[in-house]
Every structure is written in structure tokens, then in C-alpha cells.
């Protein structure tokens, strides 16, 4: 193969996969088929997260491609890329840099030569690529190193170059996929997300499916607002989600909205039939985690003489039409209907009846734990009485 059979190969597998790992080991093995001496090879790209400003691969000769290395937000991390070469290439306005590390001075400011120089790297050249303007998605790198006492040949550097049109299209593809993931995972979940992604976007367009939901509102909320600073509160409200729905996610439930102090998550159900069915059990595991943390959250902020707050959570079962809602140009992914209704309303009854997880005659029926009897209710808009449960000793 040859760099322009390489520059081909490269667009079409970044056209037709999302595939990083793919495209970096393609193009090292086909780079060292031609006689290259790489060592090392590193690309990496800003991207679009709360958690991760950047993330890295790394390909080794005779290792292959390393795992995702994600570079986090904060700063630390930023006084990590602000001594980078890539720093250096943004300050001086070019695109191109290339470092002689057996030559590297001594003043070097830059800890990542010194690292492959340590390593017996040699030769370092680093390609700088712009992406478009108007997101937090600004640009990507990729570089390469090689051990060979003489470093890179003039051949090689004009092979690297002639790559450079069909690496930068590539990256920013395969960024701009990835990122459109990610964001819609964060801000309407993963399921959900999936579902945009498949085209199911048209206003009106959902299916009716069966699930156990769970609704969860934080108790005291409105009046801490009003005595403290609204920053200091969206801070703690932060916390409390954290710790309510962490455990939410990691038993396979789908936070949908966050809706001022609180949150919808339903847990879908493949066989609504099962007695007692393993998808309940999970979302009654959620909900006893989640107030466990909850406490244990209230526990610390005592201790830090800060303001508590109280979680109450709801799980009820029906079936809830999962689709767009919303205006022709603003859609919500949601799910709403009468079981939704229901569960929202069984909320209302936690604080009256001295209880912070309320569970549904419907849910309950499914549910494979003991469950003890709080009483009966009415709820708004319902005819009959509807019983409730709760954990026993949930605390």
C-alpha cells in the first residue's frame, strides 16, 4: 500500500464505522509496511462532556492500540496541557512541530519529551488539526515517534504530511459521531439517545410500552431555596442527584427528565407477565440504594453544617407510551400517560404517611421481596382506593 492508497482507506473506514482504534492500528501497520520506523503514535481530541475535556489513544509497536485515555476537566489537568507540545503549537499559530529528542535541551518545559526521551524515543513530530468553529470541539492531534538513532528521514516526514488532509477528515468524522452519542446520551440518556439516533424523531412517534417506573422528589426544597444562595443550591441539588441516581443507571433504569427538584426514571420490561419479575426486583434495589446514599450524603453535610434534604421516591408499574412530545421545532423523548400520572400522585402521599419509598399495588404484584401493607389511599382522579407498600426497616 501506498500514501495515497492509505489516505483512501483511511477516509473510507472513518465513512463507514465510528471506529477509532481501527483507524489508528490501520494506519500504523500500513505506515510501518512501508518502511517507517514508528514507535510511537498518539492522536487525541477535544470533545463534548462534563466529566472529559479530551480523551487520547496510543499505539505502541508490538502492543497495538491502548484503551480510551480520557483527560478530565479541572486544573490540574490544565496546567498538565498548558506544558504540552500541543500548547506550544497553539501559542506559536502553526499546525506542524517536530522535536529532535536525543538533542532535547535541558530548559525543555515540556514533560512529555522528556518522558520519550527517557523511554529512548528519539524523533517527535506533531500534526495540529483545526476543526470547525462554533462548538467546544476545536480541533484534534496526532503524532508520531520513532526510536531510530537517525530519527525520521525526509521521505518519511513527507509520507506523515501527505496523510495529514485524510487524518484530519477522519478525526474530525469520527469525533463529530462520537460526540453526537455522547451529548444525547448526557442530556435525554442512553436508551433514549439510541432511539434519536435510529430516526424515530417525528413528533407524535412512540409506542406503548410496559415498565416499572420510579419518581423521585426531594422534600424541603422550595424553602432552602429561599434562604440561601441559588449557585450554593444548584450546587447541593447536584449532589443529592448524584447520589439518587447513580444507582438508578447502574441497575438499568433510564433517568428520562429531571424535573425542578426531582426526577423520572423508568425501567422497561421485556415480559410483563413474569411472577415475580427481575426488572422490579432492580428498580426496588435502585430505590433502597439510592436512599441509603441519600442519607449518607445528609450525614456528611451535617457534619459540614450544611442543609439536608430529604429524598421521597415512588415505583409503580404500567404501561407508558415512550415517544416525541412536544412542539414541531422542541421535542421531549419522554414517557407520559396514565400509570406516569398515578405515580406522580402516590408521591404526594410520602410525607403524610411518615414514609420515603412508597411502593404500588401494581408494582408489588410483580415484586419478588417482602413487602409490608402501609395502608390505602385516594388518589386524585381515581375512583377507588388504591393500597401502598413500603420496605420493611428500610432504615
Known amino acids: 500500500m501506498n500514501v495515497s492508497a492509505l489516505s483512501r482507506w483511511i477516509i473510507e473506514h472513518a465513512t463507514g464505522s465510528d471506529d477509532w482504534h481501527g483507524l489508528l492500528d490501520g494506519t500504523c501497520r500500513a505506515l510501518v509496511a512501508m518502511d517507517l520506523p514508528l514507535w510511537r503514535v498518539s492522536l487525541g481530541t477535544m470533545t463534548l462532556d462534563p466529566s472529559t475535556r479530551a480523551f487520547s489513544l496510543h499505539w505502541y509497536t508490538g502492543q497495538g492500540v491502548s484503551a480510551w485515555r480520557p483527560d478530565p476537566h479541572g486544573p490540574v489537568r490544565e496546567a498538565a496541557f498548558q506544558r504540552s507540545p500541543i500548547q506550544t503549537l497553539v501559542q506559536r499559530g ?4 517536530r522535536w529532535r529528542l536525543d538533542a532535547l535541551r535541558t530548559d525543555n518545559d515540556l514533560p512529555l519529551l522528556h518522558e520519550l526521551r527517557a523511554q529512548g524515543g528519539a524523533d517527535y513530530v506533531l500534526h495540529r488539526f483545526a476543526f470547525a468553529p462554533g462548538t467546544a470541539l476545536t480541533g484534534g492531534m496526532i503524532s508520531f515517534a520513532t526510536q531510530h538513532a537517525s530519527g525520521f528521514t ?17 478525526m474530525a468524522k469520527l469525533n463529530l459521531s462520537q460526540t453526537l452519542r455522547e451529548v444525547l446520551s448526557i442530556y435525554v440518556g442512553r436508551t433514549t439517545g439510541a ?3 435510529e430516526g424515530q424523531i417525528r413528533r407524535g412517534q412512540g409506542r406503548t410500552v410496559p415498565a416499572a417506573i420510579l419518581f423521585m422528589d426531594l422534600r424541603g426544597f422550595t424553602t432552602l431555596t429561599d434562604r440561601n444562595d441559588p449557585l450554593a443550591v ?7 442527584f448524584d447520589a439518587l441516581g447513580k444507582p438508578v443507571t447502574e441497575r438499568g433504569g433510564e433517568i428520562l427528565k429531571f424535573v425542578g427538584d426531582g426526577f423520572l426514571a423508568i425501567f422497561p420490561i421485556q415480559d410483563p407477565a413474569a411472577r415475580p419479575c427481575s426488572v422490579c426486583d432492580d428498580a426496588l434495589d435502585a430505590a433502597t440504594d439510592a436512599l ?4 449518607a450524603l445528609n450525614a456528611r453535610r451535617q457534619t459540614a453544617n450544611l442543609p439536608e434534604l430529604a429524598a421521597d421516591l415512588v415505583l409503580h ?3 407508558v407510551v415512550y415517544g416525541n412530545v412536544g412542539s414541531d421545532r422542541r421535542l421531549d423523548f419522554t414517557v407520559i400517560g396514565r400509570a406516569v400520572n398515578e405515580a406522580s400522585r402516590i408521591e404526594g402521599q410520602c410525607e403524610a404517611l411518615g414514609r420515603a419509598l412508597l411502593i404500588s399495588d401494581a408494582f408489588a404484584a410483580r415484586c419478588g421481596r417482602p413487602l409490608e401493607e402501609v395502608g390505602t389511599v385516594r388518589l386524585r382522579g381515581l375512583a377507588n382506593p388504591q393500597r401502598v407498600w413500603s420496605v420493611a426497616s428500610l432504615f
Do not use: C, K
Request: net charge negative.
Open 94 to 97: 502553526e499546525n506542524i512541530g
Open 154 to 170: 525526509e521521505a518519511d516526514l513527507a509520507a506523515i504530511e501527505a496523510l495529514r488532509p485524510a487524518l484530519g477528515l477522519a
Open 195 to 197: 432511539r434519536v439516533l
Open 234 to 240: 444548584v450546587g447541593w441539588l447536584d449532589e443529592h
Open 292 to 295: 441509603h446514599a441519600n442519607t
Open 317 to 319: 408499574f404500567g404501561e
